[in-house]
């Protein structure tokens, strides 16, 4: 185990499966049982998907650095510095603390954006796999939309009493019915990420990767919001159907899962058929 020193000298723990050529993973590989898992799971998560992601990727032969990010901002949350450049430097801390120059990058969702940033203010990678957000035609003005939306509730939440609970039966994907607890530090944070991305110039930044990449999604995986989020719409599958020829033809490797959404197609059943293969062949460099 190691331990990485993000941007605002915060730590971060780093943990390492297998041998063979290195795979950045920014995922919680902690082991979830009992209720919390069974939460997970009626909301249409798998609470395993990275410990399952980790041990798959090390047994087929390749070097794992695992670190909790996400887990880590609801911890330790940044709305005044988590901009893109942050980010990248974070993750570049892990491999750090790890002792690695080299290595392969894999994110899901914003983890996946947080990876095409990584990847054009370095030259360490070795290949870049993006799942859940498309290279073109990422849906940054909606999810500037639905940050600032959640930042509002939480400024707007943080001086009331706590709900009473309600028993409701979770729909996997109603947004609408979530109970909102998140702290204005919390939403904060990502409202400043997707700030700082605004006029972000996609192609330019295509233009300069000429490493390995990976891009894949559900084929279902757009997300409609109710009135509560200002009926925002996030295209994901959409955008990488609309521009998957463009990137193929820039070299990238494009898949579309079918018959899934956005939480299955993040499931390890799901990416290991594709991610696997792929870094075995390309995490070398």
Same mark, same amino acid.
């Given at each position: 185990?190691?331990?990485?020193?993000?941007?605002?000298?915060?730590?971060?723990? #780093?943990?390492?499966?297998?041998?063979?050529?290195? #795979?950045?993973?920014?995922?919680?590989?902690?082991?979830?049982?009992?209720?919390?898992?069974?939460?997970?799971?009626?909301?249409?998560?798998?609470?395993?998907?990275?410990?399952?992601?980790?041990?798959?990727?090390?047994?087929?032969?390749?070097?794992? %650095?695992?670190?909790?990010?996400?887990?880590?901002?609801?911890?330790?949350?940044?709305?005044?510095?988590?901009?893109?450049?942050?980010?990248?430097?974070?993750?570049?801390?892990?491999?750090?603390?790890?002792?690695?120059?080299?290595?392969?990058?894999?994110?899901?969702?914003?983890?996946?954006?947080?990876? %095409? $940033?990584?990847?054009?203010?370095?030259?360490?990678?070795?290949?870049?796999?993006?799942?859940?957000?498309?290279?073109?035609?990422?849906?940054?003005?909606?999810?500037?939309?639905?940050?600032?939306?959640?930042?509002?509730?939480?400024?707007?939440?943080?001086?009331?009493?706590?709900?009473?609970?309600?028993?409701?039966?979770?729909?996997?994907?109603?947004?609408?019915?979530?109970?909102?607890?998140?702290?204005?530090?919390?939403?904060?944070?990502?409202?400043?990420?997707? $700030?700082? &991305?605004?006029?972000?110039?996609?192609?330019?930044? &295509?233009?300069?990767?000429?490493?390995?990449?990976?891009?894949?999604?559900?084929?279902?995986?757009?997300?409609?919001?109710?009135?509560?989020?200002?009926?925002?719409?996030?295209?994901?599958?959409?955008?990488?159907?609309?521009?998957?020829?463009?990137?193929?033809?820039?070299?990238?490797?494009?898949?579309?899962?079918?018959?899934?959404?956005?939480?299955?197609?993040?499931?390890?059943?799901?990416?290991?058929?594709?991610?696997?293969?792929?870094?075995?062949?390309?995490?070398?460099?």
């Amino acid at each position: 185990m190691a331990t990485a020193r993000l941007h605002d000298g915060s730590s971060l723990r #780093v943990d390492e499966f297998g041998d063979g050529p290195a #795979v950045l993973l920014p995922v919680s590989t902690t082991v979830i049982e009992g209720e919390a898992a069974e939460r997970m799971r009626a909301w249409g998560a798998d609470p395993n998907t990275g410990h399952t992601l980790a041990t798959g990727l090390a047994d087929a032969g390749l070097r794992v %650095l695992a670190a909790d990010y996400e887990g880590h901002l609801a911890s330790h949350p940044k709305p005044r510095t988590l901009d893109a450049s942050a980010v990248a430097a974070d993750l570049l801390a892990v491999a750090d603390a790890a002792g690695v120059d080299r290595f392969a990058y894999y994110g899901y969702s914003w983890l996946a954006l947080a990876g %095409l $940033q990584l990847a054009i203010r370095t030259d360490r990678l070795t290949a870049l796999a993006m799942g859940g957000f498309p290279p073109l035609g990422g849906p940054y003005e909606a999810m500037l939309s639905v940050t600032r939306t959640a930042h509002d509730m939480a400024l707007a939440n943080r001086d009331k009493p706590p709900a009473p609970a309600t028993a409701t039966e979770t729909q996997p994907g109603d947004w609408d019915s979530v109970e909102f607890t998140q702290t204005p530090d919390q939403t904060g944070q990502y409202f400043t990420l997707y $700030q700082s &991305l605004r006029g972000f110039d996609e192609r330019a930044a &295509l233009a300069r990767l000429s490493v390995p990449r990976l891009a894949f999604a559900g084929a279902n995986d757009n997300i409609t919001y109710g009135p509560q989020w200002g009926n925002a719409y996030v295209a994901i599958a959409d955008g990488l159907k609309a521009h998957r020829d463009e990137l193929i033809e820039r070299g990238w490797t494009v898949e579309l899962i079918p018959d899934a959404d956005h939480m299955s197609a993040m499931q390890a059943a799901a990416v290991l058929p594709i991610l696997t293969p792929w870094l075995k062949t390309n995490a070398h460099g």
